[in-house]
């Protein structure tokens, strides 16, 4: 019911209700996002695979634990690059805002669902684009929200942004490399 509530609060006034769920600055709500995130991510990549429910709990696992430690980096290096340019933002708050707008990769669950649909279209061609799209609306969404909360410019605001998903990026590409380099020294 909160979550129902949450929702209307936004659809009325969306810089009241993000400026209310920064001011509590709720661990638990943020990980709600992070869990609807986490849910888009396993459902659009694994549609149709008929996993079984071990593994299935078992990538949702790990797809949170990345989606967390994601945002926390995210978040950190973004209050950093605010940091040097002497806006003073909280971590802790940009990782809520990050955590909401996890939301918005529940949108990924739509396009599995349409793309399982309609196999005989392959729209499976389409996921880069639909993935561009998402990310794009997430940046959208957390710019909008870092320049309501903190009065500092949009372009500000998206270098912000853009500065601390690099990190993100490299760290997880750097662990894939080692993944993948592990698993051929085993073979």
């Excluded at 349409?114 to 799209?133: D, N, R, T, W």
């Excluded at 320049?147 to 410019?153: D, L």
Aim: with cysteine; hydrophobic share 60%.
């Amino acid at each position: 019911m909160n979550l129902l509530k949450a929702y209307y609060k936004y659809m009325e006034n969306p810089s009241v209700a993000l400026q209310r769920l920064l001011d509590r600055c709720s661990f638990r709500q943020s990980c709600l996002g992070y869990l609807v995130a986490t849910l888009g991510w396993v459902v659009f990549f694994n549609v149709g695979d008929g996993l079984s429910i071990p593994v299935l709990v078992l990538k949702l696992l790990i797809v949170f634990v990345a989606e967390l430690t994601a945002g926390f980096v995210w978040s950190a290096f973004a209050a950093l690059f605010l940091d040097l340019c002497h806006s003073r933002v909280s971590s802790a708050e940009l990782f809520v805002m990050v955590g909401s707008s996890g939301i918005i990769k529940g949108l990924l669950i739509v396009g599995a669902l349409v793309s399982a649909m309609f196999p005989q279209f392959e729209l499976g061609l389409l996921a880069p684009l639909f993935l561009l799209i998402i990310g794009i609306l997430q940046l959208a969404y957390l710019t909008h929200g870092l320049v309501s909360r903190e009065n500092i410019s949009v372009a500000r605001a998206l270098s912000a942004w853009l500065f601390g998903i690099v990190p993100v990026f490299m760290s997880f590409a750097l662990a894939g490399v080692f993944f993948v380099w592990g698993i051929a020294l085993l073979v």
